[in-house]
Each structure stands twice: as structure tokens, then as C-alpha cells.
């Protein structure tokens, strides 16, 4: 698959580079579940992400990782 290019979005610890697989002509994708994976302040990150997906009307279970950061 032929990605878009390597964009980056502002995070408050300065930018975070990332790969656009879809573009702007992307269709819904059959997401069931968000797993937070091992980082400081998952709980937090969860806690956020459960928010944000309640303010776009998408009903998506997400859960934290047992597996620890070290």
C-alpha cells in the first residue's frame, strides 16, 4: 500500500510524525476496539480518548494494556 507522505500533527511536547495510509477519501473502518498501549498516563490517554469518541457519537470500547511500560 503507497502511503501519502509523512505528515506531523502538534502534541504539547512539539510535533509527532506520522503516516497517512487513507487521505481525506477514507471510509469508515469496522474499529471495534481502542487499546491504549504502554505509556506514562494511559489511564489519563484513555480516560480522553473514551471523551472524544463520545463527542463524535462512535461507540468504541477502549481499554488499557496490562503490559507495563519497563
Wanted: proline share 6%.
Amino acid at each position: 500500500m503507497k502511503h501519502k507522505g509523512i505528515m506531523q500533527r502538534e502534541f504539547k511536547s512539539g510535533f509527532i510524525p506520522y503516516v497517512s495510509l487513507f487521505g481525506l477519501e477514507a471510509k469508515s473502518l469496522p474499529i471495534k476496539r481502542i487499546i491504549v498501549g504502554p505509556h506514562n498516563n494511559r489511564k489519563y490517554s484513555a480516560a480522553t480518548l473514551v471523551k472524544f469518541l463520545q463527542l463524535k457519537d462512535m461507540k468504541i470500547e477502549v481499554t488499557v494494556s496490562a503490559t507495563p511500560l519497563r
